[in-house]
């Protein structure tokens, strides 16, 4: 794997740079509610030294009725400072399930005109299997402050999504398992329809993981858009559950040197909710 500040960095690259003054380490820890985990619990009795725990439901925007939204500017540029995260900090995002929630926090930053940031590759639990160090002090914080330019290109609502729906132009890619998008069985949030956005392909963001929960090579990545059926040459929207996995297609795309793609952050726990949405089930 090639270490990239801005993308993908392991956990040799984090050892070298933890005592760094201007790393800003975040455990992004979540966990499905159905999970019956405490992520923020979890963090308390284990992290990395030195990270702050970000939530991914609290900084959000509470004015949806969707879960975790995107939050707005100024509650996003409020918690960073409040965590001591701020200009010229190099950060890097981890998670406890290897990698999943992290990258929703990826996409998070750069969304917000951010590009210093990175998702540690395996996780806490690669980090752990490796002997190295944990704890569960809570860091030293000193404000800092933050500027924000936010990038409106990397993210689509539902009228946007069910437009490139109809045309056709843009490869809707959704990282739910098989049996959900194919709609055979019921969706984890209880009232949504099952099925997928019609036009999607559908990508488990498992098949873009080596067994460990680190990420696929540049090849092995390509691979996998191939094989389902992605043409990496049109602009891309990826989709989920609840906009949380959708950002490991975004990392993986941006691994690609892949710029023109957008997380659709309502994802099908706003599409499945409308019944006049159009809904396909089976095989792309």
Known sequence: MTDDPHTLVSTDWLAAHLKDPDLRLL?????????????????????IPGARFFDIDEIADSRSELPHMAPPVEKFMSRM????????????VYDGAGLFSAARVWWTFRLMGKRDVAVLDG?????QAEGR????????????????????????????????SKLGDTE?????SP???????????????????PGSKNLPYGDLLNP?????????????????????????????????TAAILALALERLGKSDHAVYDGSWTEWGMYDDLPIATGEA
């Not at 499905?32 to 923020?40: E, F, L, N, S, Y």
């Not at 000193?142 to 009228?159: E, F, G, P, S, W």
């Not at 809707?172 to 739910?176: F, L, N, S, V």
């Open 123 to 127: 996780g806490l639990p690669k980090w």
């Open 179 to 197: 049996e959900r998008f194919r709609g055979e069985v019921e969706e984890p949030r209880p009232g949504l329809r099952s099925g997928h956005i």
């Open 27 to 47: 455990d992004a820890s979540w966990h499905m509610p159905d999970a019956g985990r405490d992520a923020r619990a979890e963090y308390e009795a284990a992290h």
């Open 81 to 92: 400072r409040a965590m001591g995260v701020g200009d010229g900090h190099q950060v890097v």
């Open 212 to 244: 460990d929960g680190t990420m696929k090579d540049e090849a092995g990545l390509r691979a996998a858009f191939t094989a389902a059926g992605v043409d990496l040459a049109k602009p891309a929207i990826t989709t989920c559950g609840s906009g949380i």
């Open 133 to 164: 160090e944990i704890e569960d002090l809570p860091p030293v914080v000193r404000d800092r402050h933050m500027t924000v330019a936010r990038q409106n290109h990397l993210i689509k609502d539902v009228t946007q999504v069910a437009h490139a």
């Open 172 to 176: 809707i890619i959704d990282a739910r």
